[in-house]
């Protein structure tokens, strides 16, 4: 258990502390000759049963409120220490409010200096006290009077001390791990030490670590937790790492910084909280207010950005939005304190609620409903609350790096709320079954009326789909969720367009014949140097515009590619010359290739090769640079190959059915006409463009 004082200056609460443990925990030589504490000191005590309580020893003295609250965070038990002989002072305040404001709600009392007091005196001052807690976070707790000197009072604190240890549940360790630093110092022989409290997770020797928001990587050398040596350090306990790494060093590493699992590195520097504005103040808090944030060990200046529709009032609780001098690393659910930028006074605080704030559409409806959703009390909640409103999927990656939570705790939150989940090679995004089952239709729906309208199109093109839809998704969680639907057997992916399952475009009787003839002159032994439509019309005796027709219809629907005028090569063999490049592009060691690899690849002559290369520069396949060229891999899939059986599906259709239509054939139009206005609700009705 960690102990932390607070109390007004000359209160004594170092003296206390060392009454407590036998520990002084004034180390500055300046603190030994004023006599009073600037900085945080630390202390050990024992238990009879093997436990250890850490004491953070807090300077009281207005000038060092940011000292004491780089102490505060992270403690289990306060120790309010007030002087018998002044009561009630101002740093007594502030540091109650303080302790309110981070959410501390366990603690005792100690009177200290009552062998200066009658006893009549001393009734006085407990009834004080007790009038000035009833309103705090500690309104019921135990007040102990003592005296350093005498030592009165001493034994029966430190017994209810070893009480409060025993009592106390030890938080889980199965999130990610989290340190706070207060300390970074040099050990001769040892090299950089750390030390701070862990927020979450743990730690063992050897595990790689990350100090963020620098982004500095490092190895634990070894630890000490609670002042012993350990092999492991865990969430509630004081630890000192010894971290060794390029760059590491205590320069490199200051107060305020998170040493933390590699995985939660993602600072913020715009940040929602949920904003408690202290009685106490004179003025509300307005729009744009610049403050002092204070979060962990850490302190930088931020603008208050009011998410209502006025400003906040003292003793007034609200949403707000915090947009920070810089990022730092925190977590959502931390809490926080603003003062004033003279560090003057304190003017509130509350808990981080979202660290990917958006800076544009903060107050609208729907941003509303999802702050209400981050405000829940656990992460299951806030999970079903995030997914029950719009847009109903959360990038679920996030989610659990934002909370610290490890792959197993996420797993079982959204085991508990039921989830869908979509994947893609770097992120998880989260839909709720009900919705995913909405969605579905809806995209199943939308594929209905486009085959309906368009019978001799072969699909809607993945991109045109995804962006009609609603929430727009990324291409690749997009992607994922079409696999899904593909998984499930409900929908086909030929290349780059989607259809349902069981549609399937064919060719009249008459083109089918043509297409029989054709289709060995270009997809054979010599498909990667296929014939002109004009020698094919001469060898087979047809006439060169009723093939070109043809061969662009059969372009339209994604069966051939014109790569060159007038010369066709099925998506096959493009998808084959795809893979080529690509292959080229991964075997250089700088990831750039020549026109003539390229050609001694495909046998098809400089010429042609040169020929297909420009294709696909022009379709951004490929990026060029002199004479050399790169793959763009973005854009692969765009020629996905189509398997060669595929050819094979073209078939005869039903005597009535009506030829395409030449110039007047626009599949993807004619869908924008035929839905506008009965588009299924989860897509966008985009007004037709030509």
């Known amino acids: 258990m960690i102990i932390g004082t607070a109390g007004h200056i000359d209160h004594g609460k170092t003296s206390l502390v060392r009454a407590l443990t036998g520990v002084d925990t004034d180390r500055l030589k300046e603190e030994k000759v004023r006599g009073i504490s600037i900085d945080l000191g630390f202390a050990y005590l024992a238990a009879a049963d093997g436990s250890i309580l850490g004491f953070i020893d807090v300077p009281g003295h207005e000038k060092f409120i ?52 009658t006893q009549s005196q001393q009734s006085d001052v407990l009834a004080n006290v007790r009038n000035f807690l009833t309103e705090t976070s500690l309104a019921d707790v135990e007040i102990f009077p003592v005296s350093t000197l005498s030592g009165e009072g001493i034994e029966d604190l430190r017994a209810r001390l070893f009480a409060a240890a025993s009592e106390h549940s030890a938080r889980a360790i199965d999130g990610r791990f989290r340190l706070a630093v207060d300390r970074s110092f040099t050990l001769a022989g040892i090299g950089t030490v750390v030390t701070g409290t862990v927020l979450s997770g743990s730690v063992s020797t050897n595990d790689q670590v990350l100090i963020s928001p620098s982004g500095l990587s490092a190895r634990v050398r070894s630890i000490h937790a609670q002042n012993r040596p ?65 979060h962990s060990a850490t302190e930088v200046g931020a603008r208050v950005v009011l998410l209502g529709d006025s400003p906040i009032a003292p003793g007034g609780h609200a949403f707000a939005q915090l947009v920070l001098d810089r990022p730092i690393a925190a977590a959502v659910g931390d809490p926080f304190v603003i003062r004033d930028t003279n560090a003057g006074r304190t003017i509130g605080g509350g808990k981080f609620i979202d660290l990917r704030a958006p800076a544009r559409k903060r107050r609208t409806e729907e941003r509303h409903a999802q702050l209400q959703a981050y405000a829940q009390e656990n992460d299951e909640n806030v999970l079903a609350a995030l997914l029950g409103n719009a847009p109903h999927f959360i990038d679920l990656t996030a989610f659990g790096r934002d909370r610290a939570l490890s792959e197993k705790q996420v797993q079982e939150i959204g085991e508990r709320v039921g989830i869908v989940k979509v994947t893609t090679l770097s992120r998880v995004f989260a839909l709720s079954t009900s919705y995913w089952g909405e969605l579905k239709s809806s995209l199943i729906a939308f594929l209905k009326s486009f085959h309906d309208a368009n019978p001799d199109a072969p699909g809607v093109g993945i991109e045109r789909l995804r962006v009609q839809l609603v929430p727009r998704l990324s291409a690749a969680a997009f992607l994922s969720l079409l696999n899904l639907l593909i998984g499930g057997k409900e929908i086909a992916l030929d290349g780059a367009r989607v ?192």
């Open 66 to 117: 940011h000292n004491m609250l780089a102490g505060a965070t992270g403690i289990d038990f306060v120790l309010l220490v007030i002087a018998g002989d002044d009561g009630i002072m101002p740093q007594t305040r502030e540091h109650m409010a303080i302790i309110d404001l981070l959410g501390i709600r366990r603690g005792v009392v100690a009177l200290t200096k009552c062998d200066l007091l």
């Open 230 to 294: 350990s092999e492991r350090g865990v969430v509630g306990q004081r630890c000192a790492l010894n971290l060794v790494g390029e760059g590491v060093s205590k320069d490199a590493i200051t107060r305020g910084q998170i040493v933390m699992d590699p995985h939660l590195h993602a600072p913020a520097d715009r940040i929602d909280v949920s904003l408690q504005v202290l009685a106490t103040e004179k003025k509300p808090v307005v729009q744009w207010m610049p403050v002092r944030l204070h």
């Open 499 to 690: 259809s349902l399952i069981g549609h399937e475009v064919k060719l009249t009787p008459e083109d089918a014949k043509i297409w029989n003839l054709v289709a060995p002159l270009i997809d054979g032994a010599d498909r990667f140097r296929p014939p002109r439509l004009r020698d094919m019309a001469t060898k087979l005796n047809l006439r060169e515009a009723e093939l070109k027709r043809l061969f662009k219809l059969l372009a339209s629907v994604g069966r051939v590619d014109e790569i060159v005028q007038d010369r066709f090569f099925t998506r096959s063999s493009v998808g084959e010359m795809v893979q080529v490049i690509s292959d080229l592009s991964s075997s250089a060691a700088d990831g750039q290739f020549t026109a003539a690899q390229f050609r001694d690849r495909m046998n098809n002559g400089r010429s042609l090769a040169i020929q297909i290369l420009e294709f696909f520069d022009r379709h951004g396949v490929t990026l060029r640079r002199g004479d050399l060229r790169r793959v763009n891999r973005p854009k692969l899939e765009r020629f996905r190959a189509t398997p060669k059986s595929a050819n094979a599906e073209l078939c005869q259709e039903e005597e009535n059915r009506p030829r395409w239509g030449g110039r007047t054939s626009n599949p993807e139009g004619a869908a924008s006409r035929s839905l506008v206005g009965s588009t299924p609700s989860l897509f966008r009705q985009n007004k037709p463009t030509s």
